[in-house]
């Protein structure tokens, strides 16, 4: 039972060590590449829905992004912050940057404006889902705690196997020894036997 403890807190702590060690900064930055491109894209394109604020045209731009499964939530405003189309989960009403909040944190949110001239703007919001850099690191520590139990308890099945092995060579020569010790008391006995016969022998012959 000892040694089972040991195992499961070594790999415990090796799945700790692999899931702090794991670099996110790649997939971070896939991210945010990947939300640059979206809004760009999107954002030349949404100059005419916003400035006649049709919610048919918007939606006809930002529906494709509704099959990414990344895509947390995309969603056009109107100037003023009125909801234009959506997808996904977002703020009912957009006025600013600042009012872009989620209840959800493991997302990356950008927010761009879609200028419509004479300083009015409306705004494209997008939330790309981060979920998979969790699950990456999870099973970044996941696959090193499986790694470090499987390697451990190799190792105790390796020391088991010695030490089965050593034992086993123990009771081999304890009974080579015993067989020995066997033949030598009936080479013994046997010679004991015959000088005792041949006295005997004598004796009778004397007699």
């Known amino acids: ?64 992004l509704a099959s990414d499964r990344n895509v947390f939530g995309v969603a056009v405003y109107a100037v003023g912050g009125k909801l234009l189309a959506g997808h996904g989960q977002f703020p009912p009403t957009l006025a600013s940057r600042e009012d872009a909040k989620l209840e959800e944190d493991r997302v990356h949110l950008t927010v761009r404006e879609i200028s419509v001239g004479e300083g009015a703007a ?53 009974f080579e020894e015993r067989r020995q010790m066997e033949r030598t008391e009936k080479d013994r006995l046997e010679k004991l036997v015959a000088e005792r016969t041949r006295e005997l022998e004598r004796g009778r012959e004397q007699y």
């Open 122 to 174: 409306g705004h494209l919001l997008l939330a790309l889902s981060t979920e998979h850099i969790v699950t990456g690191q999870f099973r970044a520590a996941l696959f090193l705690a499986m790694t470090t139990a499987v390697l451990l308890l190799f190792s105790m099945l390796l020391a088991l196997a010695h030490s089965f092995s050593v034992m086993m060579s123990e009771c081999v020569r304890l």
């Open 1 to 64: 039972m000892g040694s089972l403890a040991l195992v499961v807190f070594l790999s415990v702590a090796a799945g700790l060590v692999g899931y702090l060690a794991y670099d996110t900064s790649t997939l971070e930055k896939s991210v945010e590449a990947k939300a640059g491109v979206y809004g760009a894209n999107m954002a030349a394109q949404l100059y005419s829905p916003v400035a006649q604020e049709s919610p048919a045209l918007a939606d006809a731009v930002i529906r494709p």
